[in-house]
Structure formats: structure tokens, C-alpha cells
């Protein structure tokens, strides 16, 4: 079973990415610093959004931190190299996940749908990252990578533990297929460009 599969997306990113993305390294540390300050982010407006849900707060709390961890990570290393933090960028890949969220459902539905887009996010990260750490040249970044990698696949399935906590099952399971075509469908319409991890 390849690593896609794993992580259940229906389709692996165009291999042409990482080196594309060697090339533009700078760019895609930027992009990558935003990534994990969104991250952040995204966990604490799920935590004031359902304060209630004491095991998705319990767990999500120390998920900001690591994410925020990782920002600064990032732009340690890009200060080491001299790179300076650009400005962030609309992320098209996100925001075309966003307009498939349902609008107007029940509290329920809006939660499974959040929940199943940070898992996304969040196994599309781990493939890139993956990407990263074989395809690039640089062995401290490949191991840097690595880690990235390992740290977002424990992310992306914590998200669909989240959804199955929550929500039943008979609407996770057909709902989490929808997202995962859906996803394939925008990132195969998605032009490659190296200068973003999305």
C-alpha cells in the first residue's frame, strides 16, 4: 500500500513538486511558517468554538503549542539561511476546500466538516512533507522534513478521532469520502507551483 493510501487521499501529489519546490526555497519556508501559524490558529478557534467538548479541547491545547513551536522553527531556519519571512499568501488549495463546507447545517454537520478539513490540510501536509524529505538534496533538510512529516500525520489523525468522538458514524464515514474526491478533484484542477506546500 503506498504512503497516499495511508493516508487515504485519492491522489498523490504531481512529482514534479519537490523540485520545483527545491528551487524555491525560500518561498516555500515562508508558506510553510504561515501553514503552521494557521495551524495554530485553526485549533484555537475550534477550542473557543466548543469549549464544551472537553476531549477535543484536552487535546487540541497542546496541538497550539506545537504548532506555534513550529513556526518558530521555520523561521529559525530561514533566518540561518539568510532567508527573510515574505509575506503570507492566499492559500488556494485551503480556501477552495472551504467553499465545499456545508453552509447552513446543523452544529453537528459544521463540525464534522471542520474536523475532516484539518485532516486534510493535515495529510496533504505529511505527503508534502514526505516529498520533501526524499526529494531533496539537502540532508539536514530531509531530516528536517522528516519530522514535519511524522508530526502531521499524528495531526491528521487525531482530527478524524475528533470526528468520530463526535459525530456517528453511519455520517463520518460517507461524509470523509466526499472530501477525500473532493480534494483530489481541486488539487488535480491546481496549478503545480513550487513556492507553496499546498
Known amino acids: 500500500m503506498s504512503k497516499v493510501a495511508i493516508l487515504g487521499l485519492k491522489l498523490p501529489s504531481d512529482p514534479r513538486w519537490v523540485n520545483l519546490a527545491a528551487i524555491s526555497l525560500e518561498d516555500v519556508l515562508t508558506d510553510h511558517a504561515f501553514c503552521e501559524q494557521k495551524a495554530a490558529t485553526s485549533c484555537i478557534s475550534l477550542i473557543q468554538r466548543y469549549p464544551e467538548k472537553d476531549r477535543l479541547v484536552q487535546e487540541l491545547a497542546p496541538i497550539v503549542t506545537e504548532e506555534w513551536g513550529h513556526f518558530r522553527q521555520v523561521l529559525a531556519e530561514m533566518k540561518k539561511r ?4 515574505g509575506k503570507q499568501r492566499k492559500d488556494v488549495y485551503v480556501n477552495a476546500l472551504k467553499e465545499h463546507q456545508v453552509k447552513g447545517g ?27 524529505s526524499e526529494g531533496l538534496e539537502d540532508d539536514y533538510l530531509k531530516e528536517f522534513y522528516r519530522k514535519f512529516m511524522i508530526s502531521e500525520a499524528g495531526h491528521y489523525r487525531l482530527f478524524i478521532d475528533l470526528a468520530h468522538e463526535y459525530i456517528p458514524e453511519e ?7 466526499y472530501w477525500l474526491k473532493t480534494e483530489a478533484a481541486i488539487l488535480k484542477e491546481m496549478e503545480i ?6
Open 106 to 132: 446543523s452544529e453537528e454537520d459544521v463540525l464534522l466538516d471542520r474536523l475532516l478539513v484539518f485532516a486534510l490540510i493535515e495529510a496533504r501536509s505529511c505527503e508534502r512533507f514526505r516529498l520533501l
Open 82 to 85: 539568510g532567508f527573510t519571512l
Open 193 to 198: 507551483r513550487g513556492d507553496r506546500i499546498h
Open 171 to 177: 455520517k463520518v464515514k460517507p461524509r470523509w469520502q
